[in-house]
């Protein structure tokens, strides 16, 4: 393999479970970068010692991102290729990096990504969740009242949502996202790659029902649908007739209730014209 010669910051995926997803230039690049920037050394080992791989490792830590960051720049002002890997799946991803690429973007050094596994992308495919337009959240907050903001926030959201989860937290968070979300189509994907990879496909409330999940696993939840927010304009609609029953002017009911539920008003007072214009009234 040909290194710049221009110092270079190489963005390595790792495997998320299976070694033997690892690819040729995933491993050139491990041994030929001067040095490798792991979040956790104890683990990085195990990858490199499986290939035979020797390259001289630093640590990149999540809680002190701005040093580490300042140490692998002296590196590259040195003028050595560093390779950034998580412990597993894409560095940056769920995993510590982010600081680090806007130092070396600000810098003007080389940054190259090396692909491999993603967990989130695997468990999106598998979902048989649409997969047009999805968004990838990541982890919600650890504390539940912070986490059930970040799912109201999410509540509309049309595309499908992938969430990273830990296994003693995972029985909480189904049961907050039935409650905040609704009733939606969800598929747990457990351990993937690995030996006892598998998918629990069903609704929010299904899955609700596991119990003792174990593992690393993935949330891959369904978007806000159109039907509900059908639903929706007609039950507004509903609340305008009886504002109007109840002696208010038509335009006013539809202003209150609008500004009740933060929807347009426009679209409310043409849907109250067209439900009078279908009942010939
Ligand atoms: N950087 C990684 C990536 O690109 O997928 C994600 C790292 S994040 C700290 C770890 C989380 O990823 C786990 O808690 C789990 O939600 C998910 N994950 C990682 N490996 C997985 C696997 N083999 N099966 C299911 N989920 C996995």
């Given amino acids: 393999m040909s290194l710049s010669n221009k110092a270079t910051l190489f963005l390595v995926a790792t495997p998320i479970g299976n070694l033997s997803e690892v690819s040729d230039r995933t491993l050139d690049t491990l041994r030929n970068v001067d040095v490798i920037a792991c979040e956790d050394t104890r683990n990085t080992i195990k990858l490199l010692s499986h290939f035979d791989i020797h390259t001289r490792m630093i640590t990149y ?53 090396v692909s491999g596994p993603n967990a989130g992308l695997n468990a999106l495919v598998a979902s048989g969740l649409n997969t047009n337009h999805y968004l990838f959240y990541g982890f919600l907050n650890a504390k539940t009242s912070q986490a059930r903001k970040e799912l109201e926030e999410l509540k509309t959201f049309p595309y499908t949502i992938i969430f990273y989860e830990a296994p003693h937290r995972i029985e909480k968070t189904l049961k907050l996202m039935h409650e905040v979300l609704g009733d939606r189509k969800a598929c747990l994907a457990r351990e993937l790659t690995k030996v006892h990879e598998e998918y629990h496909r069903g609704t929010l409330s299904e899955l ?60 409310l007072y043409n849907a109250y014209l067209k439900r009078k214009d279908e009942r010939g009234e």
Wanted: glycine share 8%; aromatic share 6%.
């Fill in 61 to 113: 830590h999540n809680f002190n991102e701005e040093e580490s960051a300042r140490g692998i720049i002296k590196l590259l002002e040195e003028g050595n290729n560093v390779a950034l890997v998580s412990d597993a799946g894409y560095p940056l991803i769920s995993d510590p990096g982010y600081l680090l690429v806007n130092a070396v973007i600000e810098k003007g050094f080389r940054i190259v990504t």
């Fill in 208 to 267: 609700c029902e596991l119990h003792e999940l174990k593992g690393e696993m993935v949330l891959i939840v369904e978007g806000y649908k159109k039907e509900s927010e059908e639903t929706d304009i007609e039950q507004l609609l509903d609340e305008v007739e009886e504002l109007v029953a109840d002696g208010e002017r038509s335009k006013q009911a539809v202003n209150q209730i609008s500004s009740r539920y933060g929807f347009s008003k426009n679209v």
